[in-house]
């Protein structure tokens, strides 16, 4: 019988292929999980034999799951996003890092303008950014859409397990149901989006691992990679307050593009960790703007 040391390097080598740079720390997760074991009691028995059999077994499954290219996070079923635990399906998205950062702009700017506001979302996927706001805003009025029934599934999960139970998880089309609400809205309106921005023709050049494994909706950005933002804009104009899109990689330019005719009165773009421009701020001073 191996060792619990012995037992997570070899399985980090199998892994190597889907994770060279982190397969120890993946490796080590899917471990922790399966012995349901917490960082420092598996230190505490790292040169300990392993006794249990109906944990390795498990772990040996995922490991197997692993090699296949299925991502952690739908392995285990569960992602970390700003520290706080999601649950994960495979039909889903799973949260990015680069999305915490389109979270903590939104607070500052809701947090800077002290007024009460609706935030309206297109495509919450696994309900991170309604969540998120949540924790910072209690009372958030909230109204989101998705048209997959996957993500309504998992996003009312989520909300349940962080106990959100104001937020309205709707299954519909944004473009159908949110224009017909902006207009009964009398508070500022913020519209955030981390929409499907890759342009049709780069889905086949994704990583193994996404393109086999995540949801397409939630990828294809349609010929261009910015057809949601344009429709979007071209629908709400200048009703919200403000929108905070999430972008794809080289979309600054053809974005500033489409923006020039609107005269908002800011248009603002923030680069992520990684100085890829990732984030869209737009402030309209449009007809929901605070007196």
């Not at 994704?206 to 349609?222: H, I, T």
């Not at 933002?229 to 489409?258: M, N, R, T, V, W």
Request: hydrophobic letters at 35%; proline letters at 6%.
């Amino acid at each position: 019988m191996q060792t619990f040391s012995q037992t997570l390097h070899a399985a980090a080598e199998e892994i190597k292929e889907y994770s060279e740079e982190a397969s120890l720390f993946e490796a080590q997760q899917l471990l922790l999980d399966a012995f349901d074991l917490t960082k420092p009691e598996f230190l505490s028995i790292l040169n300990e034999k392993i006794q249990n059999k109906g944990a390795l077994s498990l772990f040996n499954k995922r490991i197997r799951k692993r090699k296949t290219g299925m991502p952690l996070s739908y392995i285990l079923g569960h992602t970390s996003f700003l520290s706080h635990k999601y649950l994960c399906s495979s039909g889903v998205l799973i949260p990015r890092p680069e999305t915490e950062m389109v979270v903590q702009k939104i607070i500052e700017f809701i947090s800077s303008i002290k007024q009460d506001v609706v935030v309206l979302e297109l495509g919450y996927g696994a309900g991170v950014i309604p969540i998120e706001l949540h924790y910072k805003f209690k009372n958030l009025e909230y109204y989101g859409w998705d048209i997959n029934p996957y993500a309504t599934s998992l996003a009312k999960k989520n909300a349940k397990y962080h106990h959100c139970d104001n937020l309205n998880i709707l299954e519909g089309d944004f473009f159908e149901e949110a224009p017909k609400m902006i207009k009964q809205i009398k508070k500022p309106v913020i519209i955030v989006s981390n929409p499907p921005y890759i342009p049709r023709k780069d889905i086949e050049n994704l990583d193994f691992q996404v393109k086999e494994f995540e949801p397409l909706c939630a990828l294809d950005g349609g010929e261009s990679g910015i057809d949601f933002y344009k429709q979007c804009l071209s629908i709400f104009q200048d009703q919200p307050l403000a929108y905070f899109f999430e972008i794809g990689i080289s979309q600054q330019e053809p974005l500033e593009y489409i923006l020039d005719p609107y005269n908002f009165e800011v248009t603002e773009f923030y680069k992520d960790i990684h100085l890829i421009p990732r984030l869209l701020e737009i402030v309209t001073k449009g007809p929901n703007s605070p007196e």
